[in-house]
């Protein structure tokens, strides 16, 4: 009856069902107050523990950024790459061990910046791993420097007159490069956000999940919403149902540039994996 009653203690038995994927001695984590990607985390265990994946089999890639602290919390192998280089080196294990499930967590600096070229041609090989990427809108743990994905006219360190460069929008470019599934949510979006990440965990081929997350710290001081609960609404008024853009006249590049975030499920294909593709002409080469 006390489980039925306190929709609290129902959430500390949920949350225990997927302790023994905590690093716990390394607790609590480094992430500012307000920041999502605790939430990210969550969402990440819920859907991880949901599918029953094998902790042995899977091996977690990350470079450098505030999300790439994520697998440090997280009982299982992972590498900890330099910046920019996470997706180059989740290639080389999916290749070397196509056993091995590989998933990379990465921000939109980490992704989008200085691992562009890797991003771009991992989603075109179709190579097979999860890719999670947390956008914050900035470089959150090096000083609030402006990111390629920082909204036109937004403040930072770098830009204090203003972005006037335009932003990339990740989950597009994943989309035309060849990913055989993409999403982009908001932290706001939990249920969506654990449904993606589970489709993804099992999908063959190169899967992105975009998550757009809060910096407070970073970019809302910047841009008069220090108040964690300000930027939340933010990204509240700024979403718009990828389903509900595709009747208005305006280029999803217009719209990204106008500080739209647009959320859903972009892409499912079904293309082979280059794994797959490189074992299927095994036979021919070792008859060469």
Request: aromatic letters at 10%; glycine letters at 8%.
């Amino acid at each position: 009856m006390l489980q039925r009653r306190s929709p609290c203690f129902l959430r500390v038995v949920e949350l225990e069902d997927f302790f023994d994927l905590y690093r716990k001695d390394r607790w609590p984590t480094i992430f500012c107050p307000g920041c999502g990607i605790g939430t990210v985390m969550n969402c990440f265990y819920r859907a991880f523990s949901e599918l029953n994946l094998d902790q042995d089999r899977v091996v977690f890639v990350s470079g450098v950024g505030c999300s790439s602290r994520v697998p440090g919390y997280i009982r299982a192998d992972s590498i900890h790459t330099t910046h920019g280089r996470a997706l180059a080196v989740a290639t080389g294990i999916n290749l070397a061990n196509p056993d091995l499930k590989v998933i990379v967590f990465t921000g939109d600096g980490d992704l989008g910046a200085i691992g562009g070229n890797h991003f771009i041609n991992a989603s075109r090989r179709n190579v097979e791993m999860t890719v999670i990427c947390i956008n914050n809108n900035i470089y959150g743990m090096t000083g609030g420097q402006a990111s390629t994905t920082t909204p036109y006219n937004a403040l930072s360190s770098t830009t204090p007159f203003g972005n006037k460069e335009y932003p990339f929008d990740l989950a597009e470019l994943a989309v035309t490069a060849g990913a055989n599934f993409v999403a982009r949510w908001t932290v706001r979006n939990v249920k969506e956000i654990i449904g993606s990440m589970k489709k993804a965990l099992t999908k063959k081929g190169f899967s992105f999940v975009e998550i757009v997350s809060p910096c407070p710290t970073g970019f809302g001081r910047r841009n008069k919403m220090g108040d964690p609960k300000q930027m939340y609404e933010w990204l509240k008024i700024k979403t718009v149902r990828r389903e509900k853009t595709k009747s208005w006249d305006i280029d999803p590049v217009d719209l990204n540039i106008e500080g739209q975030i647009s959320v859903g499920e972009f892409v499912e294909r079904n293309r082979p994996s280059l794994a797959e593709v490189l074992r299927s002409i095994k036979p021919k080469i070792e008859q060469t």
